[in-house]
Structures are given as C-alpha cells and as structure tokens.
C-alpha cells in the first residue's frame, strides 16, 4: 500500500515540469563544480554552483544520470561523481584506489550506445580526460576546496545551459538502455504488471539518524531473509520502473527544501495525496516548528485552516482525496515504519483542526498560539531532549491525532510525571494534560462536553481541580508573605500534594496561617474568602489521586496560577 501511494505520487508529479520529479534513470543531485569545456576539451573554468556562507552552503541541484549503489569496491556514476573518480585525484591517502576510480569512470563513458558515439558533448569529454593537466587545474582558485572536500562534478559544454549529461543523446540512450534489458521479467506485486524485476532499489535518503549514503525500504542482506532459494529483490519483486518510481518520490518529498516533510521525534515524516490540495505542502506548516525569521508562520497556516474547516471548503472541494501521512525511523541500514495512516482531505483536517481545540489553554502573551508537536513531546522528555522521546509515543499521538481518538495514556503519566520531577507545570504540557483529558472524556462520555476550560472555571468541582487551584493560593500566600522567595511549597511538596493529598495539605494549611498573618487585613480577608470558597465542595482529603485526577489537579493548579498573573496586569494596566 505504501509503495503503491508512492508510485502513484511519482506519476502525478512527473507530468508537471515544474515538480522537480526526475525522469526515469535519473535523479536530482547536488553538485558543487562543474567543468565547463570547449568542444576540444580545453577547460574553461570551474563554476562553483554553491551560495550561502561557510557550513550553511548549499550547491545547485541538477537532474544527473542515477546513481549506482556503492560498497567498499570501485564503482562509477555516469558523467559525474567526486573528484577522485572525475580527475583521478588523490585526496584521502589511497593513490592506487584513485587509478582505479578513474579508470571506472572512463569505462562507464565509454559503455554508452551507439546513441552517443558522435554527440559533441561526449567527444568534449573525452578529450578532456584525454588531456587532463591537473597543474593547470590546481592553479584555480576552486582547487583548495575540491581537495578538501572531495566534492561531486560534472561537466558542461561552453555557452550551453544544461550539462553534458542533460543532452539529448545521453537521454536517449539511458532510456534506451533501461528499456533494452527483458531478462528476469516477472509480476510486479506493486502494479500487478510483467516488469524486470529490480535487484537493489534505490537508497532513500533525508531520513534523520539514518545513514548519510542511505538506507533502504527494502532490502535483503541475508541469507536468513531469503526464500524459496530467491536473493535479493526476488524475495519481494518489484518493477524496475516501479521501484525507481516509489524511491525517486520518497526522495523528493524527504528533500531538504520538501515543504511535504517535518520531524517529529525521531521519525521523519512526510505527506501527499492523490491529488494536489492546499493541505498536502500545509500540514508541515500547521505541525512544524515555525523558522526564526518567521515564527508566526505555523500560527497564519492553523488559523487558515480553521477558517477552511468552518467554511467547508476542504469538504466541498477536496474532502473526498485520500491523503497519505508516513512516519520513517533509522534502523540500522534499513528504514523502518513508524506510521502510516490514510485517510481523506476532510477528515484529516477536521482532526487537526480537533487536535488544536483540544490543546487549547490559556497562556502568557509572548507564548505561541497554537504548539507544535516537537515542543510538546520535548516538554515531557527528561532533560527537553529529542532523543528521550519514546520512539513509539510519536507514532501514537499521530496516529490519535490524525484519526481523532483519544491521545495515548502513555502521554499524560509522562506529562505528570514530567511535572513532578522538576516541580515546573509549563504551557506545553498543561495543554497536553487538558488534551487528553477531555479528548478521554469526550469518548468515553458519548460527546458530553468538555471538562476542562481554556481558562480558570470556578464551577468545577472535582476534587482534582479544586486542590490544585488550592494549592496554587497556597503558594500564592506564601509568595506575598515572604517577597523574592527563591524556593516555594511547590518545589518541595507538588510531587506528594498531587498524588496523596491528605497529609501533605494538613501540613500546608497551617502553614498558611501564619503566611496569611504577614499580609494587609483586606489582603487576608480576600485570600481566606478565595480559600473558603475552594474549599466549599471539599469534604474530606483524599488518600490518593487517580493519575487522570493528578491531571486535573496540574489543571486547576495552572489555571489559578495565570488568573493570578492576568489579575496583575490588568491591574497594572489601569494603574498606568
């Protein structure tokens, strides 16, 4: 099914010129250098294709014959390759292997049809390595960097756009080639066509942690992975076309510049459709983390979506689409799936536009709207680190997300637990607590409304809410009593109060008196009112909370916090 979507993504995608989607046999590849030459084969200069500054250059992308997969032997490009394959330089130490190299990436020229054998660019070409000064070459003031970085070249005629690679003749004969060779044709499981069946497919690459050269969808390395005597791609046939099809698309949309891919923990993600629709290149907008140069970006493209959702435009015109979500994750030399959902345009975009009013809380002014899901897994992982993220919580949450069902309850106990370990209950994981809270409430209820408020409800009465918003004027009290504290009862008692209540709030209730003694008379009166009427619906502590409680408990505590803090700029705004 996968493979399928992809080839088919492939198909739609190669008829736009504009898509950037190579053509059967070849593939985008950056290439930093070219050699421009004359039609004798005299050198003209060395273009370098690459802009920006220092680490963050970044070379031209060039249609380029497909590479072929490389191991520890010698084994050539077409028309370009690295510079020690090009030019026969020595850059790493291995002089004997760089002879080799080259002689490999002559022979790949000479074993070109007959298509080939008069085409200009080729002669250039020829004559050029024919001819190789490389004293010459070296006086250039590209040479330092070539040495250093071994880079991928090709080459290019004088006063002509393309490269020599991109002429007509070299198309024609790749092409022919690939359509040449009927040997082991079989039913491809893909298309359900007789098709040569593809040895080794493609590399795919831009899958985070993975391997830089690649790894593969679909691989058989071991002989305890075969069967029915089969090797390699037999164990699972695809067609050539198709498996170049799949891995050419999976490529482009994990590309560098892909507006159709975002990370989300450690898998990487990407997204299409059958046809084009503004939600396929807008989801990594809505998801992802917004740039520096922009940061209300994710903010413009959700709240475009809502205004699509409540319209119905999404419904009238692209609801019916199938829309594609895939999840990848390193595995060694071999990707593996961390999710794939389907579903259409409509339904998707209800969901996420669900999944925001489910986050939905109240927040500081200089806090961002509507919170990607890198920061709110972060916000539960030790440290706020990417790499503490349990790899199957990602696919877990996307997975509620998309389908909208209710979140894992593997996120709120990290999000409590998170909570408890640095006594800090932030924006990102208050809106995740009240998230899976009211999206379990929701459907275990059969759609009775929300429990939880985007701000401070002072009609709740569940025993959670109510000793969090307690505990939070506890804390209060004490702030006004003893200004510029550095340490609060919520660093020392938060983790003990919010699981088992009754013996840490007799204790804080005392200690209360003699912090409510140290303020004004009218201050006092109004906090004790404000605890008496907390306490109101409060007959007895409770041994313990559920874990579901302790989420409200974080809930009520956060709540009463920001009415504090609105309370205090209104008052300092009518003050100004």
Same mark, same amino acid.
Request: glycine letters at 8%.
């Given at each position: 099914?996968?493979?399928? !979507?992809? !080839?088919? #993504? #492939?198909?739609?995608?190669? /008829?736009?010129?504009?898509?950037?989607?190579?053509?059967?046999?070849?593939?985008?590849?950056?290439?930093?250098?070219?050699? $421009? &030459?004359?039609?004798?084969?005299? %050198?003209?200069?060395?273009?370098?294709?690459?802009?920006? $500054?220092?680490?963050?250059?970044?070379?031209?992308?060039?249609?380029?014959?497909?590479?072929?997969?490389?191991?520890?032997?010698?084994?050539?490009?077409?028309?370009?390759?690295?510079?020690?394959? +090009?030019?026969?330089?020595?850059?790493?130490?291995?002089?004997?292997? *760089?002879?080799?190299?080259?002689?490999?990436?002559?022979?790949?020229?000479?074993?070109?049809?007959?298509?080939?054998?008069?085409? $200009?660019?080729?002669?250039?070409?020829?004559?050029?390595?024919?001819?190789?000064?490389?004293?010459?070459?070296?006086?250039?003031?590209?040479?330092?960097?070539?040495?250093?970085?071994?880079?991928?070249?090709?080459?290019?005629?004088?006063? $002509?756009?393309?490269?020599?690679?991109?002429?007509?003749?070299?198309?024609?004969?790749?092409?022919?080639?690939?359509?040449?060779?009927?040997?082991?044709?079989? %039913?491809?499981?893909?298309?359900?066509?007789?098709?040569?069946?593809?040895?080794?497919?493609?590399?795919?690459?831009?899958?985070?942690?993975?391997?830089?050269?690649?790894?593969n969808v679909v691989s058989f390395n071991l002989d305890a992975f075969n069967s029915f005597g089969k090797t390699q791609g037999d164990n699972a046939p695809v067609g050539?076309?198709?498996?170049?099809?799949?891995?050419?698309?999976?490529?482009?949309?994990?590309?560098?510049?892909?507006?159709?891919?975002?990370?989300?923990?450690?898998?990487?993600?990407?997204?299409?459709?059958?046809?084009?629709?503004?939600?396929?290149?807008?989801?990594?907008?809505?998801?992802?983390?917004?740039?520096?140069?922009?940061?209300?970006?994710? *903010?413009?493209?959700?709240?475009?979506?809502?205004?699509?959702?409540?319209?119905?435009?999404?419904?009238?015109?692209?609801?019916?689409?199938?829309?594609?979500?895939?999840?990848? !994750?390193?595995?060694?030399?071999?990707?593996?799936?961390?999710?794939?959902?389907?579903?259409?345009?409509?339904?998707?975009?209800?969901?996420?536009?669900?999944?925001?009013?489910?986050?939905?809380?109240?927040?500081?002014?200089?806090?961002?709207?509507?919170?990607?899901?890198?920061?709110?897994?972060?916000?539960?992982?030790?440290?706020?680190?990417?790499?503490? &993220?349990?790899?199957? %919580? +990602?696919?877990? &949450?996307?997975?509620?997300?998309?389908?909208?069902?209710?979140?894992?309850?593997?996120?709120?106990?990290?999000?409590?637990?998170?909570?408890?370990?640095?006594?800090?209950?932030? #924006?990102?994981?208050?809106?995740? &607590?009240?998230?899976?809270?009211?999206?379990?409430?929701?459907?275990?209820?059969?759609?009775?409304?929300?429990?939880?408020?985007?701000?401070?409800?002072?009609?709740?009465?569940?025993?959670?809410?109510?000793?969090?918003?307690?505990?939070?004027?506890?804390?209060?009290?004490?702030?006004?009593?003893?200004?510029?504290?550095?340490?609060?009862?919520?660093?020392?008692?938060?983790?003990?109060?919010?699981?088992?209540?009754?013996?840490?709030?007799?204790? %804080?209730?005392?200690?209360?008196?003699?912090?409510?003694?140290?303020?004004?008379?009218?201050?006092? /009166?109004?906090?004790?009112?404000?605890?008496?009427?907390?306490?109101?619906?409060?007959?007895?502590?409770?041994?313990?909370?559920?874990?579901?409680?302790?989420?409200?408990?974080?809930?009520?505590?956060?709540?009463?916090?920001?009415?504090?803090?609105?309370?205090?700029?209104?008052?300092?705004?009518?003050?100004?």
């Amino acid at each position: 099914m996968i493979l399928q !979507a992809l !080839a088919k #993504y #492939y198909d739609r995608k190669a /008829v736009d010129s504009n898509a950037g989607m190579a053509p059967l046999g070849f593939e985008a590849k950056e290439i930093p250098f070219i050699l $421009e &030459i004359d039609t004798d084969g005299r %050198l003209i200069q060395i273009e370098d294709t690459r802009e920006g $500054e220092g680490k963050k250059k970044r070379a031209r992308v060039f249609m380029v014959p497909q590479s072929i997969k490389k191991t520890s032997g010698v084994a050539s490009n077409l028309l370009w390759d690295n510079a020690e394959y +090009v030019l026969g330089i020595d850059t790493r130490g291995k002089p004997v292997r *760089v002879v080799d190299q080259h002689a490999a990436f002559r022979e790949r020229i000479r074993q070109l049809s007959d298509l080939t054998a008069n085409d $200009e660019g080729i002669c250039s070409i020829n004559r050029f390595l024919d001819n190789l000064d490389l004293e010459q070459l070296s006086s250039l003031s590209a040479w330092p960097d070539i040495l250093a970085a071994n880079p991928n070249m090709s080459f290019r005629l004088n006063g $002509e756009r393309d490269l020599i690679c991109q002429r007509p003749a070299v198309i024609a004969a790749i092409k022919a080639k690939e359509s040449s060779d009927n040997a082991g044709k079989a %039913l491809c499981l893909i298309t359900g066509n007789q098709d040569e069946i593809e040895r080794l497919h493609t590399s795919i690459k831009g899958v985070w942690g993975a391997q830089s050269s690649g790894a593969n969808v679909v691989s058989f390395n071991l002989d305890a992975f075969n069967s029915f005597g089969k090797t390699q791609g037999d164990n699972a046939p695809v067609g050539k076309q198709t498996a170049f099809a799949y891995t050419t698309a999976l490529n482009h949309l994990l590309g560098k510049d892909s507006p159709q891919r975002m990370q989300v923990g450690d898998a990487s993600t990407v997204f299409w459709a059958e046809k084009q629709t503004e939600l396929e290149t807008g989801v990594a907008n809505i998801f992802g983390e917004p740039p520096k140069d922009d940061p209300d970006r994710n *903010v413009r493209a959700v709240e475009q979506l809502f205004k699509s959702v409540h319209n119905g435009r999404y419904v009238a015109d692209d609801g019916p689409t199938r829309f594609y979500v895939l999840g990848l !994750a390193p595995n060694a030399a071999r990707i593996a799936v961390r999710f794939w959902h389907v579903g259409t345009v409509g339904e998707m975009a209800e969901h996420i536009a669900l999944h925001f009013e489910d986050l939905n809380i109240v927040h500081g002014p200089k806090e961002i709207d509507f919170l990607p899901i890198f920061r709110l897994l972060v916000s539960t992982a030790n440290l706020g680190k990417a790499d503490n &993220i349990p790899p199957n %919580l +990602v696919g877990d &949450i996307m997975r509620a997300i998309l389908e909208g069902i209710p979140y894992p309850q593997t996120l709120l106990g990290a999000a409590i637990r998170r909570i408890k370990a640095e006594q800090h209950i932030n #924006y990102p994981r208050a809106a995740l &607590i009240k998230a899976c809270i009211n999206r379990a409430t929701r459907h275990s209820n059969s759609g009775n409304k929300e429990e939880l408020k985007v701000s401070l409800d002072e009609q709740n009465t569940n025993i959670g809410y109510r000793l969090g918003r307690l505990f939070a004027v506890l804390e209060k009290v004490q702030e006004e009593a003893n200004p510029g504290i550095n340490a609060t009862i919520r660093d020392r008692y938060y983790g003990s109060v919010s699981s088992s209540p009754v013996t840490a709030f007799s204790t %804080l209730l005392k200690l209360s008196k003699h912090h409510i003694a140290k303020l004004g008379k009218g201050r006092a /009166v109004n906090i004790e009112r404000l605890i008496g009427e907390i306490m109101s619906t409060i007959q007895d502590f409770p041994a313990h909370l559920s874990i579901t409680d302790q989420g409200r408990f974080a809930i009520g505590y956060y709540h009463q916090r920001q009415n504090f803090f609105k309370k205090s700029e209104d008052k300092e705004m009518n003050d100004e």
